[in-house]
C-alpha cells in the first residue's frame, strides 16, 4: 500500500474504533471495499453507521476529531484529518425516488442500506476485523468481471438515471462485462438522463473517457443510441 492508502485507512480504522466505543456499528462501505478487494488503492474511504449524523458528530468531537455537517438532510458528516476528509453517513433506506434525488428514511440495517446501492460490486461492507459482508453475491461477481445491478436492473435505473452512464464508465475502468439483455433496458430508459444535471452527465463522460478501457464502453453508447447525443465529436 502507498503511504496515503496507509493513512487513510488507518484513519478510518480511527473513526470506526471510535464509534463502536459508543456503541454504534459501522463498517467501511461501497467502492473503498471494492477496490481493496481488487488490490487497487481507493480514491477514498466512506463509513456507513447506526448512529445518527448528530450522534457521531457527538462522538468524534468528543474524541478531538473535527467534523463538519455536510449533508445533514441525508445522513452525512465529514470527518477531517489534515489532509484527509472521510465521510460518513447514516444507513439509509429509499422512501420515494424521482430519477434523480431519493427521499430517504434513517435504518439500523446493512443489508437494506446495501439494497438501494446500483452495482453488487459497489454493495459491500467490512467492518474493523477486515470482515466482508457481502449481501448480493458482489466478490463473485468481481471474480467473474461482471457489473450487475442490484436487484432489479429497471427500477435501480429508474430511481437514478446517471446509473446508465456509471455503467458505461464502470465497464470503462475495470473492463467488466455485463449482460447484453441490458442494453434493451437501457434503450428505454435513455430519456431519463434528461432529468439529470450537465454537470453531472459530464463529469461521468470526463472518467469514462481517461479510464484505462474506454473502447467497449464507448461502443456500447452508440449502441444503445446514446453515443450520438453525447459524444457527438465521435463517429460512429
Known amino acids: 500500500m502507498s503511504k496515503k492508502e496507509t493513512e487513510d485507512l488507518k484513519i478510518s480504522h480511527i473513526i470506526l474504533e471510535i464509534l463502536e466505543k459508543y456503541k454504534y456499528e459501522a463498517r467501511l462501505v461501497g467502492g473503498c471495499v471494492r477496490d481493496r478487494l481488487l488490490d487497487f488503492e481507493p480514491k477514498d474511504y466512506d463509513i456507513a453507521t447506526t448512529a445518527l449524523p448528530e450522534e457521531v458528530m457527538v462522538a468524534l468531537t468528543e474524541d478531538g476529531v473535527k467534523v463538519i455537517p455536510t449533508g445533514l438532510d441525508h445522513g452525512t458528516v465529514t470527518a477531517v484529518f489534515d489532509d484527509t476528509s472521510i465521510e460518513i453517513t447514516t444507513l439509509r433506506e429509499d422512501v420515494a425516488t424521482d430519477g434523480r434525488r431519493a427521499v430517504v428514511n434513517f435504518s439500523k440495517s ?119 447525443k453525447l459524444l457527438p465529436f465521435i463517429t460512429e
Do not use: C, W
Request: hydrophobic fraction near 40%.
Open 110 to 228: 446493512f443489508e437494506v442500506d446495501a439494497a438501494r446501492r446500483d452495482f453488487t460490486i459497489n454493495a459491500m461492507s467490512e467492518d474493523l476485523s477486515g470482515r466482508v459482508y457481502d449481501y448480493f453475491d458482489g466478490k463473485n461477481h468481481l471474480k467473474k468481471k461482471k457489473l450487475i445491478f442490484v436487484g432489479n436492473p429497471e427500477l435501480r435505473i429508474q430511481e437514478d438515471y446517471l446509473r446508465i452512464l456509471r455503467l458505461f464508465r464502470f465497464q470503462a475502468r475495470f473492463g467488466f462485462e455485463f449482460d447484453e439483455a441490458l442494453f434493451d433496458i437501457l434503450k428505454r430508459n435513455m430519456l431519463g438522463l434528461d432529468k439529470i444535471s450537465q454537470e453531472r452527465i459530464t463529469g461521468e463522460l470526463k472518467e469514462l473517457l481517461k479510464a484505462p478501457y474506454p473502447f467497449e464502453a464507448i461502443k456500447g453508447l452508440f449502441e444503445t443510441g446514446l453515443g450520438g
